[in-house]
């Protein structure tokens, strides 16, 4: 079996955010694997380590640094990576259609991908690389376990969880509660240095839709912060949501 | 005029969602820029049937199952009928999946969770909200057709505008739609409000310290602001809270009019879940949490401390926003005028000044009014029926001007209040299909969709019935068809007639079938009038139609003899209860008599059977008749009945599954001075019954 891990990297979550010159600046912000994607590498790995045969491939399109976000991926344990470097930003539909290509060339059966980019805020890359594949797709999977010729996962829909099943190949996009990631330790983190990384430039389709402007979003709060007599205050707040409409 | 703007339907009990509704907000402001016209697509009918009062065309499609697959196709589909170049879906989980394959199907582009959609000469652009919701970045499409997902609480709702056209959209489905299958084992929506959708989200953080004090503190308050419970990341790893309710990063994003955050300090992921809220208010023991530099209202203490006094707080005021008081009180005869002023606001089915004088002074009604500044500003009325603890919400109006000061909120706690005074158990209503705020005051208010009634109102609209139990969980009832009496002498055969089609008989013609039962079960004479059907003779009308059947009687005494005094009358009686009694006996029909109660009649529910009760009109009704009713379960507090009659100015619904107290049962479970009992208990058709049948040969 081949299991296809989808890498993305992201900017730390705490990096304080601004704009300069109609581009987000990160000051000092520290590049990390996306928490989202963990998930999915900490699924394939599970597999592996139920006796399973499986080849781990993590795959990443973005610009060169991407490649450390890999390297975290082969430190958990994956066997090798694969980074279409691309500079510019793509579209996930762009993004999908290419990695679709990776996808078939390498045959693999099983993809994960994380259920929501963590800067691009986008859900979009799982549903599309279905598509781009014509294969089944599990979203915001919380469990997962293999069965004949197939995959039985659990799912939050908008209301409420449903289980699924469905046959391989398939795309899984992964979040929260399918498993806790590991950390990658010491002699792993060693090892990934020398597990293969292949690097070749993305050559994607043209993304159909394109940036053009970025500000800071802002909301006025009015801030009214009580302290002390707790009656008081749970009066004011008792007014306030009154007002409200409650 | 240019090519449509599609926009997808969500619906939830066939009514389009408010996330949904906001799409088509968003489809208008862009249509109306590109002098376009907006179509829907919806599945189903009655779905279709409900968006047509939002758009002048629908393209009704019908999925075989119901996916992102199917949905996939069906949307393209719509697409190539409609030529639409953009197509708009609710920024729900379910569409933000399907709005990427559509587009990577028609070669379009994805505007993903946009909080505005414009059009120009240049093409459409949309904002959507990145870095953790902290940056908005405008978003050119350079391929049509557009394929945009709006993002939830970035536009209006929709009001509805006109009956649209449902235009039935045929779409070539593939086996390949359904390689996923959904499996049973999952958690079901269940009736709450979808998180999305609350205008009121009460959240917990790990400040709150403990599923129990969720369960103290938040619940109480979420169910008082009529809001959804929601909880941070460290919650829900904790287990106090299900995976389903968390907001942030990794979980649902939310903009309800008021967020209430309760021992969450703020962390940027929970922030990007909530931060597009209309109001917050926070609660938390840090003074430096990040959560004060964005909220509107913020208390440094313990939520242990805060919530109950906020909770005291809430309990004692109503205010508008202009503080002027709003008081809740029960109705007196001299509010008439200002009650009758209220009327105009209704749409139609507007109640005469003689009618409201008969509800205000009436022993069966409880009438409230809202009062602002000396006016009446709202009025709430709830009917009773004698004997019986349900209550019926009739009528509920607030004045436009004052509609959103939650006048409407506090009139219903407090009709509801009335009715759990009485000993009532539930609360059922109607409420126009097409009125959205009384809709969703009335979800937000724990109300669940019960069932919907075609053309109730005057002038044509449909209405939701939605009912609300006000306390312990609801009973497991049988499901008996109800059956309305056409005739004052007609409750034994209507409730036969209920009992049998709970067995699937088929029915053949109401009216017809009643007077046939009739004449098979009828004692002939009664008192007054014509006879009404006894025991005996009901049980003979279901042995002819091949049912099993058994009576229970307290004593052996001829029934409703007693109730006679011409000797030619007992005569008739008597004769008629020997034929009775001699075709029970050679069809070896069991005739029970002896003393019996309540747990013979839950041992035939047990058993599968529909029990048919006699009660006492008298204590119903105030009139000295015997009256048949259907027994369709019991709990630890009620014996549940359909009644067949439906007295004047009520309707069938108000005969379904009444909750008759226990303690009254014994009272009203009887007949006469000699307090007679009798019930009889109705089984399924005997199976000899289908092989006779089979023998009747074809025309």
Redesign the interface.
Known sequence: MKILTVIRQV?D??AR?R?EDGE?ALSGAAWVLD??DEYGVEQALRIRDDGLDAEIVAVALGPERTEEALRTALAMGADRARLLVADEAL???AV??RLADVVREEEADLVFVG??Q???????????L???L?W?????T?ALTLEDGGI?T?H????????????LPAVVST???LNEPRYPTLPNIMKAKRKETRSEPADAP????????????Q?D???????GD??E?????????????? | MSAPVLVWIESSADAPTRASLQAVGAARALAERAGAQVEAVAAGAEAAQAAAAYVPVVHQVDLPQDN??TR?RALVAALEASGARALLLAG???S??????V???V???????VTALEADADGV?GW????????????????TPIVATVKIGSYEPAEPNGNGEVRPLEVAFEP?DA????????????A?L???EAE?VVAAGRGVGSADAVAELVEPLAAR??GAIGAT?AV?DAGWRP??E?IG???KTVAP??Y?ALGISGA??HL?GM??SR???A?NRD?DAPI???????????VH??VP??L???GT?????AGAAVQVRRAELADLDGVAALEAHFPSDRLSRRQLRHLLTRAHAQAWVAEEGGRIVGDAIVLFRRGFDAARLYSLVVAPETR???VG?ALLRAAERGASERGCVSVRLEVREDNDAARRLYLRHGYDVVGRVDVYYRDGADALRMSKRLRGDAPRLAGVPFVAQTLPFTCGPACLMMAMRAFGDAPWSDRAEELALWRDATTVYLAAGHGGCSPHGLAVAALRRGHRVEVLARDPAVPFLDSVRDPVKKAVIELAHDEFSAELKRAGVPVRVGPFGLPAIEEALAAGAVPILLVSGYRLYAEKVPHWVVVTGTDDEHVYVHDPFVPEGAERADGVHLPLARSAFERVATFGKARHRYVVVIGPPRETRHRDDAQVPAR
Request: proline share 5%; with cysteine; charged share 25%.
């Open positions: 900017p979550a705490e955010v704009i987000v928490g989202m579209d996930p539909l999908a259609m259920g929501k963590a800067d691009w805020d986008s859900a979009a890359l799982g549903p599309a279905a598509e781009a014509g089944p797709l599990s979203d915001w919380t039985r659990e939050d829909a908008d209301a409420g969880s449903e289980t699924l099943t469905l046959p979040q929260q509660g043209a993304s159909r839709s394109r940036t053009v402007g970025r500000t800071l979003e909301r709060r009015l801030g009214r912060v009580l302290e707790p009656a205050a749970a009066g004011e707040v008792a007014r306030f949501l009154l007002e409200a409409g409650r | 992102q697959e996939t729900t989980r379910t933000q999946a399907v709005a990427p394959r587009a990577l199907r070669g379009g582009a994805l505007l993903e969770d652009r959507r909200l990145t870095q953790l919701q902290r940056v908005s970045e405008e978003i050119v499409a350079e391929a390949e390689r996923v299958a959904v499996q049973a084992g999952g958690r079901p929506a269940g709450k979808a998180l999305e009121v602001l009529g990341r829900v995976y389903e968390q990063q990794t979980g009019e008021v209430v940027v992921q990007s931060s597009r109001r917050i208010v609660i003074a004060f530099k964005h909220c509107d209202v913020g208390v440094v203490g313990d401390e805060i006094a906020l005291a707080a809430l005021a109503t205010t508008d926003p959103g000061h939650g909120a």
